[in-house]
């Protein structure tokens, strides 16, 4: 037998079933006697529904039924809903208009929900869906972020477009610290939207049994407890207990799967009107139109320096896109998950943001990996770089002189930082990426007729979104705690139950690790049961890097209810004082003597209750625990970008990159490295590839990977990673979390290393080929005009 300590980079036990084809996705499941659906979408961005006719449609091969949005209100399914509340500066609630699963009276982006067809087969829904006759009132689209407020109006229930007008911090001690500044840096920065695209794109099943008056919904959730909770509280699908919600193997997610989509919602509803199970799976083009993007902001903003050289101030106006309707966490992101890590890794005295929230004609935008915390991090570290370069400090220097340095540290924007060492990560980093011979690589770059620069990003985040305390008075609807339950089996294998959901983070194996290493077994006798609400108790899922630091943290403590059970037990085995027990390395001992019994044993004997009184101590060996932490966690680090610039073609390749993090306490390295991996190559793909590009009409011009550039191996290069270590002191793991590091510290690192090369802070993101090209050409024009 083979114990797994924790801190092994143990292969992923998870990936024999993927890489040999046995993963159950959601398109795999298929119902007795299902048909499918397939969704009528607006080619309009606005329009007015004047009239839907299926009347051809409805008698066309293989329908079972059609339904629009005078279907859904009959039914009286409500709406779709957002759940974080968000006040503006006044008091106000935020404007929320309301959001159908069918359209009913407007359709207010390209592809929002006019009708489902159900069908035999999908082909035969597609057809019947041509054959479905709309009247559009055709009205002029809102697609343009920085001119939303004061364009088409696109919810009557928000005048201006404007869902919430909100602020943080203290403006008049900021605005008296810019009066005083010895030196002020402005930057106009536009956070460019971007479309998640996991390899599994959203599909759902929805089913009905009559007989129990029950259903069941087989959905690509990062979350089902809670998707089962909306459905069933706020859309009015079913009572909870007679709801089931399963997500299996999915596809990768990066946030975009914990939302409630119609698309689902409409399964399961329609599953029970039909009488038949309802299947549905997106295909790439659905996903462009439909799924949530991400990111989008327009922003103005400012640092004030003194004359050593110290920050002494930063304000920050935001304009977020939510389009065009609030989906379910959209509230959040760029208010209490982006404005509260604008201090970043310094000590910023005075910090006064405003977010203006707006609607437009497009699909709705909502968390997408690091959520507000890459959009954070990105404002404040080209503020960084590029005020050190204007009072001419170096980069790092100046970094170093603003670090936090004691904690715990309370920011001005809500955050309590309770550890770090953000000097050892900079440090460490500057090391290995070899900065001192920088300026060498320079000039040999320059003698192959390249530009060549160095960029830094040293971010931070908060992690673990909880406690439930501190988001409930922020707005969040729901606690934010996790829950777990762990199951000893008579022959001493281990099932544990969490309310985490697993789609790519290797939950199977490190959560299965932590239990291998406290009970003292091997790692092949534990499972790992997620994702179903019939087998699980209530858990809040996966997203902001809080498996790991909230998830396994909830495991601990069950684990910690076990080993003293188990102890209970061993004593009467041992015929010992329980005070006298000792446990390690999956054996129990009596004090001072030779006398132990291994763990299996002791698992045995719980379940024989003749071996002690069961009056006294109940028989079996299963304990739960929820946990809520006490704060957030805060990963940090510093991640060095070099790049190359072909003058000629301003294409950009990177030829280094370094990533140094603190992510607390580590499980499985190997893990954690392939997260931190897959990060930054996102992060890399929005600074230089990916774009989302709407028309002045709201028609999504990048719908396809023909016209979304994402990365491919070829634009990364190899990545040396390395790490530093201040255990969290807010959970018992000490773990910060670390998926989503790469992509928030990534944008920054890459533009500053262009922005470097180039001379210009006028980098626009993403900086594709022709962007800098057009850059370098504009200099070039500005240098000859100068002469």
Not at 26 to 42: E, K, M, V, W
Not at 416 to 433: I, R, T
Not at 655 to 672: E, H, L, R, S, Y
Request: aromatic share 8%; proline share 5%.
């Amino acid at each position: 037998m083979t114990v797994t300590a924790i801190g092994a980079a143990v292969r992923r036990k998870e990936d024999h079933r993927f890489i040999t084809g046995k993963g159950q996705y959601t398109d795999d499941i298929n119902r007795p006697g299902q048909a499918h659906a397939y969704f009528l979408r607006s080619p309009h961005a606005h329009a007015t529904l004047k009239g839907i006719d299926i009347s051809r449609a409805k008698t066309m091969p293989g329908v079972v039924a059609i339904y629009t949005g005078e279907d859904v209100a009959a039914d009286k399914v409500g709406g779709l809903i957002c759940g974080w509340m968000i006040h503006s500066k006044d008091g106000t609630p935020m404007r929320a208009g309301p959001h159908p699963i069918l359209a009913q009276g407007k359709v207010r982006y390209v592809g929002d929900h006019v009708a489902v067809v159900i069908a035999d087969t999908l082909s035969q829904a597609k057809d019947a869906a041509e054959a479905i006759v709309v009247d559009y009132g055709v009205l002029p689209a809102n697609a343009d972020t920085s001119k939303a407020q004061g364009g088409p109006e696109v919810h009557s229930e928000a005048p201006n477009n404007t869902v919430y007008d909100w602020h943080i911090g203290d403006k008049g001690a900021t605005e008296a610290a810019f009066k005083a500044a010895k030196h002020v840096t402005t930057l106009e920065i536009v956070n460019n939207r971007l479309v998640p695209n996991a390899m599994e794109p959203r599909a759902a099943v929805g089913e009905y049994d009559s007989g129990n008056d029950a259903l069941t919904l087989y959905t690509t959730s990062q979350n089902p407890h809670v998707a089962r909770l909306v459905l069933s509280a706020f859309v009015g699908i079913a009572p909870e207990h007679k709801l089931r919600v399963i997500a299996p193997d999915v596809g990768g997610g990066f946030g975009s799967k914990i939302f409630i989509y119609a698309e689902e919602t409409v399964c399961v509803w329609a599953a029970r009107k039909c009488g038949r199970p309802v299947k549905w799976t997106a295909d790439r083009t659905e996903e462009f139109l439909c799924v949530a993007h991400g990111r989008d902001h327009v922003t103005r903003a400012q640092l004030a320096t003194d004359a050593e050289g110290r920050i002494t101030g930063l304000r920050v106006k935001t304009i977020a896109n939510m389009g065009a309707y609030l989906s379910t966490f959209a509230s959040s992101v760029p208010t209490y998950l982006y404005a509260t890590l604008l201090s970043g890794q310094y000590a910023i005295p005075n910090i006064y943001a405003e977010v203006d929230a707006v609607y437009t004609n497009t699909a709705p935008v909502d968390a997408y990996r690091g959520a507000g915390r890459p959009e954070a991090t990105f404002v404040v570290e080209r503020l960084v770089e590029a005020a050190a370069r204007e009072i001419g400090m170096d980069p790092a220097a100046f970094r170093r002189r603003n670090f936090v340095t004691k904690f715990p540290h309370q920011t001005p924007v809500i955050m309590m930082y309770d550890c770090g060492d953000y000097k050892a990560s900079l440090v460490k980093a500057m090391e290995m990426a070899d900065v001192k011979g920088f300026g060498k690589r320079r000039r040999e770059a320059a003698k192959r007729g390249k530009l060549r620069g160095l960029g830094y990003s040293t971010y931070i985040e908060a992690c673990g979104i909880a406690p439930s305390q501190a988001v409930g008075s922020l707005g969040a609807g729901v606690g934010l705690w996790e829950s777990a339950e762990v199951r000893v089996n008579p022959v001493g294998t281990v099932e544990v139950l969490t309310g985490s959901h697993s789609h790519g983070q290797g939950h199977e194996t490190t959560f299965a690790q932590l239990v291998s290493s406290r009970l003292g077994i091997s790692i092949d006798n534990v499972s790992i049961v997620h994702g179903d609400t019939d087998k699980v108790q209530f858990g809040m899922g996966t997203y902001g890097s809080r498996s790991g630091a909230v998830g396994m943290s909830a495991i601990s403590k069950a684990l910690d209810k076990i080993e003293a059970k188990a102890k209970k037990v061993a004593s009467h085995v041992l015929e010992a004082a329980e005070a006298d027990i000792d446990f390690k390395d999956g054996k129990f001992t009596v004090k001072g003597t030779d006398k132990s019994v291994d763990f299996g044993t002791v698992a045995l004997n719980a379940y024989i209750a003749h071996k002690f009184n069961p009056q006294e101590l109940e028989p079996g060996l299963k304990e739960g625990s929820f946990y809520d932490p006490t704060n957030f966690t805060f990963p940090a680090g510093c991640h060095i970008c070099e790049i190359e610039v072909d003058q000629e073609t301003g294409v950009a390749t990177i030829a280094k990159w370094t990533a140094v993090d603190d992510f607390g306490n580590v499980i499985n390295p190997m893990i954690v490295e392939g997260q931190v991996h897959g990060g930054i190559a996102q992060g890399v793909g929005q600074a230089l590839l990916e774009g989302t590009i709407y028309n002045k009409e709201g028609q999504l011009v990048t719908a396809s990977f023909m016209d979304y550039a994402m990365p491919r191996a070829h634009d990364l290069p190899s990545f040396d990673v390395g790490m530093t270590v201040t255990p969290c002191p807010s959970n018992p793991l000490g773990i910060k979390g670390c998926g989503e590091a790469g992509a928030i510290a990534a944008p920054a690192a890459v533009i500053n290393a262009l922005t470097d090369a180039l001379g210009t802070e006028e980098v626009p993101m993403p900086a594709t080929p022709q962007a800098l090209w057009t850059v370098i050409q504009k200099q070039s024009r500005a240098a000859i005009a100068a002469e």
